[in-house]
């Protein structure tokens, strides 16, 4: 089965930076793209960006655009998220999905189990 | 940018009771529209993919309708486990509704 596997909490200071990951398994990971979404508490869903597993294209969020890296190692199949210049308000749940298409409609199918980074003096 | 505005943004409810969540978008996007379900600390669950498109093990107490700028999201008969947040998704750009929460009454 399809499982997302991302690394674990992390507690971080404004100004840093922060990097999850996200372990893929159960499918060919080159097939398919995948999303970051982070849900700060108490408030809804953000799309952070996309990269392609295929060839390593992204597409940022504008919010996110010049803050965020997103890589993948195909070798290892995993995913990376890194967010810089981190501020009180990014702490937050980080998501990894990986999309499913079907007739042109692009969803989101698959979630890790989130990593919630704490940011905080 | 397509804005996507859902309402209500909360509402409270009775189990066994006929529910809808609207998602206007700014302009059109066809039918390419997703809803997911969350629930208290765990990862959001698709419920209709393409508008009215029920995802695989969805009860058919859920569907969805719409198309163009104007998309809704109906529970028939609520059960106790729909109690959760609703958000509505642009397939194209990714982007979600600010969500509704679905509260007992």
């Known amino acids: 089965q399809v499982l997302l596997v991302q690394s674990g909490p992390e507690v971080t200071k404004p100004g840093a930076s922060v990097k999850v990951s996200c372990k893929a398994s159960?499918?060919?990971?080159?097939?398919?793209?995948l999303s970051w979404v982070r849900q700060a508490p108490g408030q809804g869903l953000e799309w952070m960006g996309w990269i392609s597993a295929y060839n390593g294209n992204t597409n940022y969020a504008p919010s996110f655009q010049g803050r965020v890296t997103m890589t993948r190692d195909t070798s290892t199949t995993t995913a990376y998220m890194e967010l810089r210049s981190l501020r009180s308000d990014d702490t937050a749940v980080y998501y990894c999905v990986r999309e499913a298409e079907t007739a042109g409609t692009v969803y989101f199918l698959y979630w890790g189990q989130g990593t919630l980074v704490t940011v905080s003096s | 940018d397509i804005q996507m505005t859902q309402s209500p943004s909360s509402l409270s409810a009775s189990v066994g009771d006929r529910v809808s969540i609207t998602c206007r978008t700014s302009q059109s996007i066809s039918s390419y529209l997703n809803w997911y379900q969350q629930k208290p600390g765990k990862a959001p669950k698709l419920l209709i993919y393409a508008a009215s498109n029920l995802q695989t093990g969805v009860p058919s107490r859920f569907s969805g309708t719409g198309s163009g700028t104007d998309f809704t999201l109906t529970i028939s008969s609520l059960q106790p486990e729909d109690f959760a947040t609703y958000y509505c998704q642009h397939s194209y750009s990714k982007m979600f509704g600010q969500g509704t929460n679905v509260e007992i009454k």
């Open positions: 159960g499918y060919t990971f080159t097939y398919y793209g």
